[in-house]
């Protein structure tokens, strides 16, 4: 019989390509991990890792048996979601994770009705960029969480998790309002100015990059910051111009807002099978109206 706490660590370690990376996401030692999947080797019965240095791919049959495991994995999410649905009401740990704008206008009334409908539900929320919930929610850190994409940097689809789209917003060009107005409303104005972008490795960041590459240059990028109001109050006094969607919009006097041909999408996401989750389900019903209220009612 194979265990299937080892699919789950063949799972990971397909994701993350090292038994270190594999045993950081989940909270094991890289010894352990290494002696579960030898273990899982042997309830298998053929080799299933091939190692190349530091890194480690998988055999033909470790191919197999990890689109297995996340039809396995997703089939046990689903039988734990049918399970809760049968008590009373809902309680225990809600894991949420949201990236800095979602946190500060979508989050805070959810997480109040969340509190108000179902008292019994202890909600803990973790910020983080987009780039890092897919690997989050895997791993089991995360429940559920909001999640974006770029025009300009799509996502490729995760089978093992399911998202729902939420809202569509502008992006804007903003700049420095000059004495009579600012003469220059569009990316390519801005090719050698210095730019304003979000840490590397964000999306925010590639955004900038990309979008300005699709207007024939690279960004040269003299700040690096993560949240819209630093990223306005920069701009505001002169030290570059940025790319902001409009949740991030703050009072920001001195700057001109120009929207471009790109949005920004949030959507929910969670692990596959576990959509049906009644804590999942009130936190993204909850996160619906929330979000049909931003958006106007429309």
């Known amino acids: 019989m194979i265990d299937v706490r080892r699919l789950r660590l063949l799972l990971e370690l397909s994701r ?24 899982l080797e042997r309830e298998a019965g053929v080799p299933l890792l091939e ?6 791919a998988l055999t033909p049959a470790g191919a197999v048996l990890t689109r297995y495991a996340e039809s396995v994995l997703a089939t046990l999410e689903e039988a734990a979601a049918a399970l809760a649905a049968t008590r009373a009401s809902l309680t225990g740990p809600l894991r949420i994770g949201a990236f800095p704008t ?20 202890e909600l803990m929320v973790t910020e983080l960029d987009p780039v890092a919930v897919p690997g989050a929610l895997h791993a089991g850190t995360l429940d559920v969480a909001l999640t974006f994409v770029y025009d300009y940097v799509p996502a490729e689809p995760d089978p093992a998790l399911d998202t729902e789209p939420l809202i569509s917003e502008p992006v804007y060009l903003a700049a420095a309002t000059g004495p009579g107005g600012p003469a220059e409303t569009s990316i390519e104005d801005w090719r050698e100015a210095p730019w304003i ?3 590397p490795d964000t999306l925010c960041h590639l955004m900038v990059v990309r979008a300005c590459q699709a207007c024939g240059f690279t960004p040269r990028i003299r700040h690096h910051a993560d949240d819209f ?20 919009l703050t009072q920001a006097p ?11 999408h949030t959507s929910i996401a969670c692990r596959r099978g576990t959509r049906d989750h009644p804590a999942v389900s009130a936190f993204a019903s909850a996160v619906r109206e929330r979000s049909h209220a931003l958006s106007g009612g429309a």
């Not at 190692?51 to 480690?56: D, L, T």
């Open 16 to 39: 993350r390509g090292t038994i270190t990376a594999a045993a950081d996401a989940l909270a094991y030692t890289p010894s352990a991990v290494s002696q579960q999947l030898a273990a």
């Open 51 to 56: 190692r190349s240095g530091r890194r480690v």
């Open 102 to 121: 979602a946190a500060r206008t979508i989050l805070p009334s959810v997480l109040v009705a969340l509190g108000r409908d179902h008292p019994g539900l």
């Open 197 to 199: 972008a979000g840490s």
């Open 229 to 248: 109001a630093t990223v306005l109050a920069l701009v505001a006094a002169g030290q570059g111009v940025s790319l902001v969607p409009e949740l991030g």
């Open 254 to 264: 001195g700057v001109t807002l120009s929207p471009i041909a790109a949005r920004r």
